[in-house]
């Protein structure tokens, strides 16, 4: 090993900046780690919506996966906008030939302006082909919902929602509670049996938060390349996602990005 921490992101540009591999890649650069990339889609989009995509071919996908990972190595991964079947099966099967074992699955189904970032029926392809070889998945609550096929109202229904997706195959869950109401943001982590660990945070007031899932998961996936055990890995980014939010951009005419390097006391004035 050379000791330097390689993460690897499989998914959507989004051409904004504020989400997708962009998001994931900075997250990387912020927390230390080597960022690598494997698209999965070309969306257009900005601060205000997904305007349309356009998926590759799973197997370009694949071919992207195994170029890094025969020459670089990849010590963790995340994967996030799966545009299709073909995308998700090939993604599967690149998992599994090149022995990714610690993969987050961001469970990337719609953006935040209500646009499809995955064909329907691609969805239980995701279920059975890749949830079973994630470390970990981390829905919001609309994807908790659409996923188990029940609302989710108070802290109860996340935990048994959580419970269900356990049994689709991973092996840990994290439901992101920012989408219930109250001054407190609560994600849950379960990873089997009757304990439940869960994650407190404040809400911050702003309507920056483009590409917060994509961040959250994204520095989990950085701290696991790290060697982080994984409860302090959550624990960690949640920290970082927590900050980068706080000091959100108020740039273009939406909902503007995070600020993914908050944590860098240099600018680029200084060198």
């Known amino acids: 090993m050379d000791g330097v921490p390689k993460a690897l992101t499989i998914a959507g540009s989004d051409p904004s900046g504020g989400a997708g591999i962009q998001a994931d890649l900075k997250t990387f650069t912020a927390l230390g780690v080597y960022g690598m990339s494997a698209i999965t889609s070309i969306t257009v989009q ?10 590759l071919p799973g197997q370009v996908v694949y071919d992207q996966i195994k170029a890094v ?8 991964a995340k994967t996030g906008m799966l545009g299709n079947a073909d995308i998700v099966l090939n993604t599967a099967k690149a998992v599994k030939d090149f022995k990714i074992d610690r993969l987050v699955v961001d469970t990337v189904l719609k953006s935040k302006s209500g646009f499809n970032l995955i064909e329907e029926e691609a969805v239980q392809t995701l279920l059975r082909e890749l949830f ?57 982590l379960y990873t089997g049996g009757e304990e439940f660990h869960y994650f407190v945070g404040d809400r911050v007031k702003t309507k920056n938060t483009h590409g917060t899932g994509c961040t959250l998961s994204a520095s989990i996936t950085a701290f696991l390349a790290k060697g982080y055990e994984f409860y302090e890995a959550i624990s960690r980014a949640k920290i970082y996602t927590q900050k980068a939010i706080e000091n959100s951009l108020n740039i273009g005419h939406g909902a503007g990005p995070l600020k993914h390097y908050w944590n860098v006391e240099r600018c ?3 060198f």
Do not use: W
Not at 69 to 76: E, K, N, R, Y
Not at 144 to 171: H, N, S, T, W, Y
């Open 46 to 55: 900005n601060t205000k919506g997904v305007l349309y995509r356009k998926d």
């Open 69 to 76: 990972a025969q020459d670089l190595g990849v010590d963790s």
């Open 268 to 270: 680029a004035e200084d």
């Open 132 to 188: 079973p070889l994630a470390l970990l998945i981390t829905p919001n609550i609309p994807e908790a919902e659409f996923l188990c096929g029940e609302k989710i109202q108070k802290l109860r229904d996340i935990e048994l929602c959580a419970k269900k997706l356990l049994d689709m195959g991973p092996r840990a869950v994290l439901i992101k509670g920012g989408h219930m109401e109250g001054e407190k943001v609560i994600d849950v």
